[in-house]
């Protein structure tokens, strides 16, 4: 039988775990954390009465975890995208649906590329604004569907009824927005699924829609171009026109005594 030695184990010290690599959430949140700071004072400034700025930072934070490359926008895009959703008191990408912080691939011309930072006002941040104007009393929109009852007319005696279909509506046939006001005066537009596909051009999204938002937020300014505004609508709407294929207009000073608001 033959004898067989055992060999003793080597000493080898534990090699302590590596720490995980930041996820580039958090890095993101870090890197905006910092330009928040840098630019808190301005913020603050803009920020209405009525809004709370340590609910709006957290807003912003929470927004960039969800999408990480808002910070790789550039300091100046991102800083003026949230001075914008500031000015105007919107809360930026919550279930409400009133403002979203996207960022925009852009191309230099010699062929580089870099990222900026846009604020899109949402359908319901239009109607907040609205609704904060002290001359409407009601605003509204909605989409027909093929089987819908649906009636109106242009002209002296204007006139709009609708009656969605209960079950299958059909087919999106046209979209609408209408407002009044106190006064008693309103206005009511009414487009062709072709019209506001034109309007919208590249402003597209794959997220399902099945009350078409999209397309009745598109109604919305068209009708509201013929309402009264406060300086926050008119600059809202400004912001969300050059939203995409352009920078987007930066919110420069609001006048402390009247709220009024000045943009480049």
Same mark, same amino acid.
């Given at each position: +039988?033959?004898?067989?030695?055992?060999?003793?184990?080597?000493?080898?010290? %534990?090699?302590?775990?590596?720490?995980p690599?930041?996820?580039?959430?958090?890095k993101?949140?870090a890197?905006?954390?910092?330009l928040?700071r840098?630019? $808190?004072?301005?913020?603050q400034?803009?920020?209405?009465?009525? +809004?709370?700025?340590?609910?709006?930072?957290?807003?912003?934070?929470?927004?960039?975890?969800?999408?990480?490359?808002?910070?790789?926008?550039? %300091?100046?895009?991102?800083? =003026?995208?949230?001075?914008?959703?500031?000015?105007? &008191?919107?809360?930026?990408?919550?279930?409400? =649906?009133?403002?979203?912080?996207?960022?925009?691939?852009?191309?230099?011309?010699?062929?580089?590329?870099?990222?900026?930072?846009q604020?899109?006002?949402g359908?319901?941040?239009?109607?907040?604004?609205?609704?904060?104007?002290?001359?409407?009393?009601?605003?509204?929109? &909605? $989409?027909?569907g093929?089987?819908?009852?649906?009636?109106?007319?242009? &002209?002296?005696?204007?006139?709009?009824?609708h009656?969605?279909?209960? &079950?299958?509506? /059909?087919?999106?046939?046209?979209? $609408?927005?209408?407002?009044?006001?106190?006064?008693?005066?309103?206005?009511?537009?009414?487009?062709?699924?072709?019209?506001?596909?034109?309007?919208? =051009?590249?402003?597209?999204?794959?997220?399902?829609?099945?009350?078409?938002? +999209?397309?009745?937020?598109?109604?919305?300014?068209q009708?509201?171009?013929t309402? #009264?505004?406060?300086?926050?609508?008119?600059?809202? +709407?400004?912001?969300?026109?050059?939203?995409?294929? /352009?920078?987007? #207009?930066?919110?420069?000073?609001?006048?402390?005594?009247?709220?009024?608001?000045?943009?480049?």
């Amino acid at each position: +039988m033959t004898e067989t030695k055992n060999t003793p184990a080597r000493n080898t010290p %534990a090699r302590a775990p590596k720490a995980p690599a930041p996820a580039a959430a958090d890095k993101a949140e870090a890197t905006v954390k910092d330009l928040v700071r840098d630019n $808190w004072q301005a913020i603050q400034a803009a920020l209405p009465e009525t +809004m709370d700025g340590r609910r709006f930072a957290g807003l912003v934070f929470n927004s960039v975890r969800r999408t990480p490359r808002l910070a790789e926008a550039t %300091a100046s895009s991102l800083a =003026g995208a949230l001075l914008n959703a500031a000015a105007l &008191g919107l809360e930026v990408d919550t279930p409400l =649906g009133e403002a979203y912080l996207l960022p925009y691939r852009r191309r230099t011309r010699d062929g580089g590329e870099y990222v900026e930072a846009q604020l899109v006002v949402g359908y319901q941040g239009l109607l907040r604004l609205c609704r904060q104007h002290p001359s409407f009393r009601s605003v509204s929109s &909605g $989409w027909v569907g093929a089987n819908d009852h649906f009636e109106y007319r242009y &002209g002296t005696d204007p006139h709009l009824e609708h009656t969605p279909a209960l &079950g299958d509506r /059909g087919d999106p046939v046209a979209f $609408w927005a209408a407002y009044s006001l106190r006064d008693g005066t309103g206005d009511f537009v009414v487009l062709s699924p072709a019209e506001v596909a034109a309007l919208r =051009g590249k402003d597209r999204s794959d997220v399902a829609d099945p009350q078409h938002w +999209m397309e009745r937020k598109t109604a919305l300014k068209q009708v509201l171009k013929t309402a #009264p505004k406060s300086a926050r609508m008119s600059v809202a +709407m400004q912001v969300d026109e050059q939203s995409g294929p /352009g920078p987007a #207009p930066t919110i420069t000073a609001i006048d402390p005594d009247t709220g009024e608001i000045t943009a480049d």
